[in-house]
């Protein structure tokens, strides 16, 4: 999933998604928070990079590969784990570690090394997978308990408003439909009558 850019929308990245076989998706236009989770990141990257450069802005360039670093290598609580060792199945090694007590890496040859990171690529695999389905079961149990449905905070008579699921055609299109007015209220639903603006007695 991505925006609209360029960068993402062109016949190279179609060709390229074709090839690896992924399914692409783009988002509605002018609205970001349905890509949330890049967002997100992209903040994080955004403050990371504000402490780096400090007085000199314009060499956020050069700052960059730290701020990766430091995101990939720092905790994850949905997978339990950095996103460096789901990777590439393996702890990152700084230099100062290596210099400090370069006996405690262990020396492999190329078959056993082979044989060792597939079986560990595999058990980290099912891990992930069970760490991030039972992150999606807690995230999916909160948003059933902070559900309200119409009926607890809407009164006979009250002037509502709709919000439009439909995307937008642009920017400043109205994002809700009203108003209407409160007719009845059942178990779970809620009747409303739309209200003309102008019409006698309104």
Known sequence: MSDNGREFVNEVYKGVTKIMKIDHFTIASYRSSANGLVESHNRKVTNILKHLVGDNPSQWVEMLPWAEFSLNTAYNGSNRDTA????????????????????????????????????????????????????????????????????????????????????????????????????????????IQHIWIGAKGD
Do not use: W
């Not at 400090?100 to 262990?106: A, V």
């Not at 309200?148 to 008579?157: D, E, F, K, L, R």
């Not at 408003?161 to 642009?170: E, S, W």
């Open 84 to 191: 460096f060792f789901v990777v590439f199945v393996q702890e990152h090694v700084l230099p100062y570690t290596v210099d400090m007590d370069p006996h405690t890496l262990p020396l492999y040859n190329t078959k056993q090394y082979r044989v060792m990171m597939c079986n560990l690529d595999r058990k980290v695999f099912q891990l992930i997978k069970r760490y991030f389905l039972r992150a999606n079961e807690k995230y999916q149990t909160r948003c059933d308990q902070s559900f309200q449905t119409p009926t607890s905070y809407v009164q006979i008579g009250d002037r509502i408003y709709l919000k439009m699921l439909q995307p937008r055609k642009h920017k400043l299109e109205a994002s809700y439909v009203g108003p209407y007015c409160v007719n009845q209220i059942k178990t779970d639903t809620v009747v």
